[in-house]
């Protein structure tokens, strides 16, 4: 059976249990993001998004991808890991946005034929790294 967007948000929702949900809302000693933690208390009550099937292999790349930039860049915080998969999950595949805050990395955004698009300055044509997943375009 293929994997669809709603069965992917389901996954993304059902991985964390109702302790974590508890944390990301009220603990703010939890080592996230203010970014990730509204990413993904966002993603606790989204519409469903439909069951438009997913790429082939798209989401296991993705979390491969991530798993081995985190090793590398973030490998003293690996209890963040969890929140940065999921939260790059959902933004990818679910809500159709860039991974980073838009305002930070300056994503900028424009419409075409009615859809939103979005133009990165650091997207990197590599297929290894997470940009060849994210919804941006090169700038």
């Not at 109702?18 to 989204?46: K, T, V, Y």
């Not at 998969?85 to 809500?95: H, V």
């Amino acid at each position: 059976m293929a994997l669809t967007k709603n069965s992917l948000l389901r996954r993304l929702q059902d991985a964390l249990s109702a302790e974590e949900w508890d944390a990301i809302e009220h603990d703010e000693a939890l080592p996230i993001s203010r970014f990730n933690r509204d990413i993904l208390l966002g993603s606790r009550h989204a519409d469903p998004p439909g069951e438009d099937p997913l790429p082939k292999d798209a989401v296991s790349g993705l979390y491969t991808v991530l798993l081995d930039f985190l090793k590398e860049h973030m490998k003293d915080q690996p209890k963040a890991w969890k929140w940065v998969i999921i939260s790059c999950l959902y933004l990818t595949f679910i809500a159709e946005r860039p991974m980073h805050p838009i305002h930070i990395v300056g994503i900028q955004i424009s419409a075409e034929n009615g859809d939103t698009i979005y133009r990165c300055p650091l997207r990197s044509g590599k297929e290894d790294t997470p940009c060849h997943y994210c919804v941006c375009r090169s700038l």
